[in-house]
């Protein structure tokens, strides 16, 4: 017998096992699996009402909030796909996304309405625009809010046996540092084995809390609207970073397990009201998004009183791949402890690593090799939304390319060192763009730092440093290529520098080296300027 | 991207992720995932070597043994389907079942050698026997033994992406209670998507060691195979029950988890020399494969220290359906926990669960009402061997009709009251036949008992005792009678009562009530004789 795949499947098994237990909480609201269970059917309702087709894409731009998470299984359940927005993207991105995924809905808050107003005139394919919180009197909008669209629909549920386990289910735009944003198409199995397989891959208790810290639209969090609900959690959601907040949730919800970024991590244990509150229900936090550290790691531990250990996940991956934990049958003791879980990890169950080098072949398990990390999971994508070429090149194979550069050692675990296409090749060697970066922002005078290839004559490319100094701060270009010879070897050095204001980057962050990298290549060919695989790092 | 499921992937996994950690202990004999990951990819390429093809089934018949773990995943590389024995069956029922399942080899174990050659001049298909432990000179065998095939053969490893996850992996032989054995499929995506589900539905840590006391090839046992292994669990064998063997073994090799028939657990915590080894490594017991009591669940609890609940599952199930620990939401305490927990459970994750009259609609969930258990989960086989009539009354709407018979309650729990077909319908009125046996079982000179319909030209069928008396206990049926009526609504107790000297049992210890009906029943329609479903309650 074969039963389809799909994380519907999680909120219905909540809906018998767990009716009465308590499922979100947000803000003051309070909802049950009973009751989070019938919004997501109602939803579904609502949607077939104001006329959503199986198949078409609804968009989201929202905060965290229990209406996002209810789309991740109501929107599914009306044979629609999910598309979550980053609320940070530009406009200009926004409208390209909406677009090309020719998304027919757009759910929007209050706070974010003066943002689509500015493009929503560009957008081809959406024909309504629905308000998720407040009533809001711009004329685009539909007059009814989310909240009564649900009033007055009939709950939806199909039967489980209607769902193609194959078909789209989630629709997510990578953030595009090198070319624009991807479609990446994740199926209703790729969720649900993804969700399965992350569950496996770390100890918790059947009676857990967790923290949603991180946006459900970021990579590094959507995975998180799903385990939970499969395990009968409760899910808490926050709406934006605010350490205070943190912490009080973490105790007055006995919150067991919450996602960091390293910045919000180092927020958290440096917050000076920090003693007051009670932390013991917290068994686990995770890092991920960047690169994490050894001390980070131990801090975490020692004040949060945890576990703490990173991840490492794509957008084409649905998202995790590894995690840091100390696997079964090894005995890390202190400092080794601490370095293992700060570092990229090895593959969760259901997962396969390589790191191959040029050739496809893996490279050396010592640690020290340095080759692309390929992946094979039930959670890896489908393929790129209308981008068959660019699927067929990611998933070449069948494996996918991720375009992270890593070594790997002999107990599995990986480390990152650099993104493929931010490797420098001059003169036949390879320079990572990252560790000629660390160098720089070792300099007392320097906040940011970007290192790109520019082309030259001699040796094909040879790297630049684009710098941003601290305010007060002084130093000038020969200095600071100076400072990288003292400390690195001469062909990995700066032959140039340049000042700037600020560096360009994505609605996630991420310096946009596609930008810096433009003006320097125009009129080259394309090397070094943009790779067709394009994956965001992000757990 | 679909990866093809299939439970090879776990060894695979465990062989990348801990190749050096204690997979397998086996009397003296001690085994890395990586030498038991050799030794399952040898056995492949024996198989192929002696000329196995894929889709032939390949026999075992052998008591736990590490050798009968590596079948769970060599023959399966292979592309053949593992068919495992239960070595208490009859020698006819085993030639039945060789013949009827086309077996081509089979393997077995020298002290089984004499069972086997009773038979093998008729079984058909095999066109090997082989020997898993010693030598023997009998002429029907190979020369070769197992562990000289392994040594001889080339490891054979097929590319994951070339399994069919549909095709068939495992095909398992119900005892046949009620009818000839009927052969179980489990296709590779069942057991896969069963151990994942099965590995959720309780907490286990990441380091964990599994005690196998129950029979591999056992409903009750064999799940056990994939979920350690793909956890990375340290896999212990025992051959046979022995109680003091056991405790040992919990001590030495510090076990976590267990299974226990209620059996094998009175034996375990009434053992005499109990008190003298360390049972601190025990987390969990589980109890299957006959009703329980809390009664004995609380004295595990107490005596070992542990966990203790139940679990339900059928070999067309592969196995597990239901746990009986307390869910998240609920606050047992006391009494509660020990009846809640000697229940039959509730669905774990995965499986829906339906109890439903003869018109199936859903019964209340009162706690009274009795109704059919319905099944619907990803471990549902894809049917009975070459039985497709069979396999469609029983898979009949979508849903495996298991024949047991139950009540539910509003928290989600159900409770086995009897099997459909021991029902016995005595002018209208529905008369459980376990409950008249129990009645039966308390009389202090009943040893075994058992209830059986035979016809009436009154009632349609009346219920009638066969009853074992206790060596120098004495009744006699007019008390035995006036017995039950002192207990039980006049039309449940038996008109007649007999006296055997033993009842007649399947190899797995269950009464085979269809032989005990077939006397009365000659000439008659078959009503009471037959079903054309049949599992084996098993967990």
């Known amino acids: 017998m074969n039963i389809p795949l799909t994380p519907v499947r999680f909120l219905r098994y909540a809906l018998q096992q767990y009716p009465g237990k308590t499922a979100v909480v947000c803000g003051p609201e309070r909802f049950s699996y009973s009751q989070f269970a019938e919004r997501a059917a109602r939803l579904a309702g609502g949607l077939r009402q104001i006329g959503v087709k199986p198949g078409d894409r609804v968009a989201f731009l929202s905060l965290n909030c229990h209406r996002l998470l209810e789309a991740y299984f109501g929107v599914l359940e009306a044979g629609a796909v999910l598309l979550p927005l980053n609320i940070r993207l530009a406009p200009d991105e926004l409208a390209f996304i909406l677009n090309h995924a020719e998304a027919s809905v757009l759910f929007l808050q209050n706070e974010l309405c003066g943002l689509v107003d500015s493009f929503h005139q560009r957008l081809s394919a959406v024909h309504w625009f629905c308000m998720l919180d407040h009533h809001n009197q711009a004329p685009w909008l539909l007059p009814q809010t989310y909240d009564e669209l649900l009033s007055s629909a009939t709950p939806y549920r199909r039967d489980i046996a209607e769902f193609d386990e194959d078909s789209v289910a989630e629709l997510f735009y990578t953030s595009g540092t090198s070319a624009n944003p991807k479609g990446v198409m994740l199926t209703h199995r790729n969720i649900y084995l993804h969700a399965l397989h992350a569950a496996l891959s770390r100890e918790t208790s059947h009676d857990s809390a967790h923290l949603h810290t991180i946006p459900l639209f970021h990579a590094n969090g959507w995975g998180a609207a799903h ?62 998004g960047a690169a994490s550290s050894p001390s980070l790691v131990r801090e975490v531990e020692e004040k949060l009183g945890c576990q703490c250990y990173s991840g490492y996940g794509l957008t084409e991956t649905a998202p995790v791949l590894t995690t840091s934990s100390m696997k079964p049958g090894l005995r890390w003791e202190g400092e080794q402890r601490f370095t293992g879980q700060a570092s990229t990890g090895y593959a969760i169950p259901g997962v396969e690593l390589r790191v191959v080098d040029a050739n496809d072949q893996d490279v050396a398990r010592d640690g020290e090799a340095v080759g692309e990390i390929l992946a094979r999971s039930d959670g890896v994508m489908k393929g790129y939304w209308k981008q068959p070429e660019e699927t067929a090149e990611a998933l070449r194979g069948g494996w996918l390319h991720t375009g992270d550069l890593a070594t790997w050692n002999q107990d599995g675990y990986i480390l990152i060192v650099d993104r493929k296409k931010d490797i420098i090749v001059s003169g036949g060697e390879n320079i990572s763009s990252l560790e000629v970066e660390k160098t720089l922002l070792a300099h007392p005078a320097v906040l940011e730092a970007a290192v790109i290839a520019v082309p030259d004559q001699k040796w094909g490319e040879v790297p630049k440093a684009l710098v941003v100094v601290k305010p007060g701060g002084r130093v000038n270009d020969s200095e600071l290529i100076e ?21 360009p980057k994505t609605g996630t962050g991420k310096v946009l080296k596609r930008d810096l990298r433009k003006k320097y290549w125009q009129g080259q060919n394309t090397i070094g300027v943009a790779s067709p695989v394009h994956q965001e790092s992000s757990m």
């Open 227 to 288: 385990t939970p609900t499969l395990r009968g959690f409760k899910h808490v959601m926050t709406s934006r970073f605010d350490p205070l907040e943190i912490l009080r949730l973490i105790q007055d919800e006995r919150i067991e397990s919450l996602g960091l970024v390293p910045a919000m991590a180092i927020a958290l244990v440096n917050c000076p009201e920090f003693h007051k509150y009670d932390l013991r229900s917290l068994r686990w936090v995770g890092l991920g």
């Open 483 to 503: 400072f990288c010879r003292s400390r690195l070897t001469h062909y990995k050095c700066p032959r140039s520098v340049e000042f700037l204001e600020s560096l």
